[in-house]
Structure formats: structure tokens, C-alpha cells
């Protein structure tokens, strides 16, 4: 007879101390709740072929829509509905709520003060993209610095900037751009030496007119998908989905399907890396 009361008491406690894991964890992920209720899973894009594209019907693709498409579904979430957004509206709209998370944004010791990261999902070093021949011999971004006519390329708020700057490259040396076709564009027309960006950010550099020299002596960078600070229990599911994606061997997949080069070395890049600490060591 006391048996019963002596289970109940247990079963309110466990569920008081938020240990009923069910329970517990449908309520504590509110950015999950939300998002099953719309539907949809609001995410913030821009134009970063083959990794990032939006057709004129609304529908993404890319390495890095498949890639987020597939984690979301084993959290058990609905797909991508992309929101196109310029790159640097994209903080500004995530922390006033347009949608849910970014898919893709520099990992910066700036923006973890601000938001969270997940674990990259795209890992380089800085690619000096060059008019065939290289007609400057640039190999390097020290290279650019030693060189006070030489002119580069750079998307506003690329983390490269403060690189360059440590490297010695001067204000009235780059040539701001929106983002990597008008990079490309502003060396093929003239206006730039170089375009500074990530090493795999252009697929098939030659076909598009260009040449890739990698700057050997630059640090690792990386890329992950942006949540709010209020949405870290989701970014802790997210990444977990994530690095055994990785792990699995999904990254050399999407590169073959997409036909970009390069999908072994960032396979290996990112297998080093578990979480966005191991690029900026700030960041949560």
C-alpha cells in the first residue's frame, strides 16, 4: 500500500527538477515550437552560387541549403522556406525576429558578441582571385601590402578585412563590393588587382575568368549558420545533427552532385572542427 505514494512522490519530483525529459524539452526549445507552428522554417539566404541561390519561383538550392535542409529534417523540423537578404541586413533581421536563423555568415569575434554560431559548415583559407597569369605575381595579401598602387576586392564586413589590415594593406587600397560575382567582375574589369575571398567561395575559378592563388600564409577561417543568443538549446540540436552529417561524408557528396572542386580538402578542413570556438575562440 505505501509503494504508490512513494512512486508519485518520485514522478513530481523528476518532473519539478526538469528531469520529465519529454516535457522539458519541447518547452524549453521555444524557436523549435515556433517554427513547427508556422510550418516552415524561415531562413535568412543571399546569393552565393553554388552554395547559396534562389530561384525566381522562391526555391534554394545549393551545398549549403541541401546540407541545412537535411540537419533540420533529422531535428525533425520543416524545410527551408529561404527569405533573400542582403548581407548585411542579415544580423539586423535575425535579432528583430524576420526570421529564424542565417544560414551562412562569418564566423568574427564582432558578430559572437552579438549572436551564436554553429559549427562551421564551410572552412577555408583566403583566396586571391587574380586575372589570368597573374599579372602581378600577388601570392600572398602581404603581398598586396608592399604594393601601395595595387588595388583588392572585398565584400563589406569579410573577415579578412582585419587580416589585411594586420598585413599592412591600406584604407584607399580596397575596393568594397557587394558580393562574389561583383568581386570577380571588378578584376576582370579592371578596377582591382585581386579579390580577396574565401578559397572554394568560386567554383571553377577560370571558367569565370579568374585565377586562384592561395595565400598559404593566412589562418583558417570559417562560416557557420547565425542564431539569436535566446536560441542556443536550438543551436546545440542543430550542431549535433551537423557533425555527423559531416562526419558521414555528406560534404564530398554535395560537392560531387553540385560539381565543385575541392570537396576532399574541405571535408578535411572541417573534420577538424567541431564547434565555432575552434575558429574565433570567443564565441560560445
Given at each position: 500500500?505505501?509503494?504508490?505514494?512513494?512512486?508519485?512522490?518520485?514522478?513530481?519530483?523528476?518532473?519539478?527538477?526538469?528531469?520529465?525529459?519529454?516535457?522539458?524539452?519541447?518547452?524549453?526549445?521555444?524557436?523549435?515550437?515556433?517554427?513547427?507552428?508556422?510550418?516552415?522554417?524561415?531562413?535568412?539566404?543571399?546569393?552565393?552560387?553554388?552554395?547559396?541561390t534562389m530561384s525566381p519561383s522562391g526555391q534554394a538550392a545549393g551545398v549549403l541549403i541541401d546540407?541545412?535542409?537535411?540537419?533540420?529534417?533529422?531535428?525533425?523540423?520543416?524545410?527551408?522556406?529561404?527569405?533573400?537578404?542582403?548581407?548585411?541586413?542579415?544580423?539586423?533581421?535575425?535579432?528583430?525576429?524576420?526570421?529564424?536563423?542565417?544560414?551562412?555568415?562569418?564566423?568574427?569575434?564582432?558578430?559572437?558578441?552579438?549572436?551564436?554560431?554553429?559549427?562551421?559548415?564551410?572552412?577555408?583559407?583566403?583566396?586571391?582571385?587574380?586575372?589570368?597569369?597573374?599579372?602581378?605575381?600577388?601570392?600572398?595579401?602581404?603581398?598586396i601590402a608592399r604594393r601601395p598602387n595595387a588595388k583588392v576586392?572585398?565584400?563589406?564586413?569579410?573577415?579578412?578585412?582585419?587580416?589585411?589590415?594586420?598585413?599592412?594593406?591600406?584604407?584607399?587600397?580596397?575596393?568594397?563590393?557587394?558580393?562574389?560575382?561583383?568581386?570577380?567582375?571588378?578584376?576582370?574589369?579592371?578596377?582591382?588587382?585581386?579579390?580577396?575571398?574565401?578559397?572554394?567561395?568560386?567554383?571553377?575559378?577560370?571558367?569565370?575568368?579568374?585565377?586562384?592563388?592561395?595565400?598559404?600564409?593566412?589562418?583558417?577561417?570559417?562560416?557557420?549558420?547565425?542564431?539569436?543568443?535566446?536560441?542556443?538549446?536550438?543551436?546545440?540540436?542543430?550542431?549535433?545533427?551537423?557533425?555527423?552529417?559531416?562526419?558521414?561524408?555528406?560534404?564530398?557528396?554535395?560537392?560531387?552532385?553540385?560539381?565543385?572542386?575541392?570537396?576532399?580538402?574541405?571535408?578535411?578542413?572541417?573534420?577538424?572542427?567541431?564547434?565555432?570556438?575552434?575558429?574565433?575562440?570567443?564565441?560560445?
Amino acid at each position: 500500500m505505501s509503494a504508490t505514494p512513494k512512486l508519485s512522490f518520485w514522478i513530481l519530483l523528476l518532473a519539478l527538477t526538469g528531469c520529465w525529459f519529454p516535457a522539458f524539452s519541447q518547452a524549453d526549445d521555444s524557436l523549435s515550437a515556433s517554427i513547427r507552428k508556422a510550418g516552415a522554417t524561415r531562413v535568412a539566404i543571399a546569393s552565393m552560387p553554388p552554395y547559396m541561390t534562389m530561384s525566381p519561383s522562391g526555391q534554394a538550392a545549393g551545398v549549403l541549403i541541401d546540407l541545412q535542409n537535411l540537419v533540420i529534417k533529422s531535428m525533425d523540423l520543416p524545410a527551408i522556406a529561404p527569405v533573400f537578404t542582403q548581407w548585411d541586413s542579415m544580423v539586423p533581421g535575425l535579432q528583430a525576429h524576420q526570421f529564424d536563423y542565417v544560414a551562412s555568415l562569418a564566423i568574427t569575434e564582432e558578430r559572437c558578441k552579438q549572436m551564436v554560431f554553429s559549427a562551421p559548415h564551410y572552412a577555408y583559407q583566403i583566396g586571391l582571385h587574380v586575372r589570368p597569369g597573374n599579372p602581378k605575381h600577388l601570392m600572398s595579401v602581404a603581398d598586396i601590402a608592399r604594393r601601395p598602387n595595387a588595388k583588392v576586392a572585398m565584400v563589406t564586413g569579410a573577415p579578412w578585412l582585419a587580416y589585411a589590415v594586420k598585413q599592412g594593406v591600406k584604407p584607399d587600397q580596397v575596393v568594397r563590393v557587394p558580393d562574389v560575382q561583383a568581386g570577380v567582375a571588378t578584376v576582370i574589369g579592371g578596377r582591382a588587382d585581386a579579390y580577396l575571398e574565401s578559397q572554394f567561395a568560386v567554383s571553377n575559378p577560370e571558367q569565370k575568368g579568374v585565377e586562384l592563388v592561395v595565400d598559404e600564409q593566412s589562418p583558417i577561417f570559417g562560416s557557420g549558420a547565425v542564431f539569436r543568443k535566446e536560441d542556443v538549446r536550438f543551436r546545440d540540436a542543430f550542431d549535433e545533427k551537423l557533425n555527423a552529417s559531416i562526419r558521414e561524408g555528406i560534404i564530398q557528396k554535395l560537392y560531387q552532385k553540385y560539381e565543385i572542386a575541392g570537396g576532399d580538402a574541405q571535408a578535411r578542413l572541417l573534420g577538424t572542427l567541431r564547434k565555432a570556438s575552434e575558429i574565433v575562440p570567443s564565441c560560445e
